[in-house]
């Protein structure tokens, strides 16, 4: 068959797929943002905390207190009426001491047996009354002081009571007595050899750690002999540590000031207390007077406490959220009220009217950061440098001054709580490690959980909006 020479070949026409299109399209931005991610620095926060600097110093601490010792003038058994720390008044009854096991027996015996009287159950019934009417579950550990005063009233009036009702068969036994505190004050049971001591018989053997575990007395149990340690008083609630320093700190703690702060292991008060300087047998000490928390170290002599030396307390920020910036600082003379509303504040600028061809004074609305020492604070951004401001003239002479002259620079962050960058002044107070302690308790400055930037240089004009305080 003869080829057909009739035929025309067309070039085909190709068509775009817009498909392919899209997907490198959407590939080209993927890969721009993703350059934009770790190339571009983001805006995180960091959440304001409390903080504190100094160095931390470990020592030992003896404690002094105005304390009598009394002794037992009578062999026998003794038997206590008040715990550990109970205050006790004149003439009250402390303990009885007979020297009969027989009548120890039946003691022990009517122990099992006894009931208290009527009094004595009203007076325990009222002190849980008391109680019950001021509690509130903020306080629930105030229950524990209530039942070891609640057990100690009741073994005394139940003593009391076995002992009113022993008074006849008495007579057919061996005596007993009673012995009654000869005046007020805090009941204690433990007795070591340094009982009575002041800060001047200091002599710093003390410290030594054989002699800082000495021979410690405490309740009698058992029949006494004549003059053993039978109980101790401290007429009040003052007391006094005496701390030994090491030798490179006093030239520290001296230079801090006239206080020192310090914490007792165990505890979490910090205190800060005056103090006295001391040295006895080649040593330095601190002598500082207590006036509470007494009661809680009565079976203690020496104690192991913290001392913070350079101590500072603040507010505790990054380095990298500080920033310079310039502030507007305009004495009162220039602000003025006005704009409808008394809270309003604002100045007199000088503005070109055109249709007169004159300069005239316009009141322009300001937004202070803070106010202080006879100056609003505000944020640059507000205003242009180069625009002249009158002052009020209500003490005087009008005056004209250019808002550049006013300009100052002044350390601050970004605080971001309303969502956006507005600044926030600063005052620094000591680096610590990689943070910055600053003031808490400045006017335009910063609080405790606050939220500020946490790298200033991630912050774009598009996120800053300064305003003051509302």
Not at 93 to 121: C, G, H, M, P, R
Not at 254 to 267: C, E, Q, Y
Not at 298 to 322: C, H, M, N, Q
Not at 351 to 367: A, L, N, T
Request: charged content about 25%.
């Amino acid at each position: 068959m003869a080829k057909d020479r009739n035929i025309i070949k067309f070039r085909t026409r190709k068509e775009v797929n817009i498909g392919l299109v899209v997907a490198f399209g959407v590939l080209v931005l993927l890969v721009i943002n993703i350059y934009r991610y770790f190339t571009t620095p983001h805006l995180a926060l960091y959440e304001v905390q409390a903080g504190s600097s100094g160095s931390e110093v470990s020592a030992v601490a003896m404690i002094l207190r105005p304390e009598t010792v009394y002794r037992t003038e009578h062999a026998g058994y003794l038997n206590y009426y008040y715990r550990e720390g109970a205050r006790v008044t004149k003439n009250a009854k402390i303990y009885s001491v007979n020297d009969s096991s027989e009548l120890q027996d039946i003691l022990n015996y009517n122990e099992e047996n006894s009931a208290l009287n009527t009094n004595d159950l009203n007076r325990l019934k009222g002190s849980v009354r008391s109680f019950c009417a001021t509690y509130s579950d903020a306080t629930f550990s105030e229950c524990y002081d209530l039942r070891e005063e609640f057990l100690s009233d009741y073994l005394r009036y139940r003593d009391v009571s076995m002992l009113d009702t022993l008074a006849n068969q008495n007579a057919e036994l061996n005596s007993f007595l009673t012995v009654n505190s000869e005046k007020s004050g805090v009941i204690s049971y433990f007795s070591d050899l340094y009982d009575g001591y002041t800060k001047e018989m200091i002599t710093g053997e003390e410290f030594l750690t054989e002699k800082r575990t000495v021979p410690q007395y405490s309740k009698q149990t058992g029949i006494s002999a004549i003059d053993s340690f039978a109980y101790k008083l401290i007429p009040e609630d003052t007391w006094q540590l005496v701390i030994q320093i090491p030798d490179d700190c006093m030239t520290r703690i001296k230079k801090a000031g006239a206080t020192v702060s310090f914490r007792i292991m165990g505890d979490t008060v910090l205190y800060e207390k005056p103090y006295e300087e001391l040295y006895a047998g080649g040593g330095s000490y601190l002598a500082i007077e207590m006036d509470r928390y007494g009661t809680e170290y009565l079976s203690e002599r020496f104690l192991d406490v913290t001392l913070y030396l350079d101590a500072r307390e603040g507010l505790k920020i990054p380095e990298t959220s500080i920033l310079t910036k310039d502030i507007y600082q305009i004495p009162e003379r220039f602000v003025m009220k006005g704009g409808g509303e008394e809270d309003t504040l604002g100045v007199s600028l000088e503005r070109y009217d055109s249709k007169s061809g004159e300069v005239k004074p316009d009141f322009f609305e300001i937004h202070p950061l803070f106010y202080e020492n006879g100056y609003y604070y505000v944020a640059e951004e507000d205003m242009d440098s180069g625009q002249y401001i009158n002052s009020a003239g209500l003490t005087g002479e009008p005056e004209r001054a250019m808002l550049y002259s006013f300009i100052t620079g002044m350390e601050g962050v970004y605080n971001m709580n309303k969502g956006y960058a507005v600044f926030r002044r600063i005052e620094r107070i000591t680096d610590v490690e990689d943070y910055v302690l600053v003031r808490a308790d400045q006017a335009g400055g910063l609080s405790v959980y606050d939220h500020i930037v946490l790298d200033v240089s991630a912050v774009t004009k598009d996120i800053i909006l300064i305003e003051g305080e509302s």
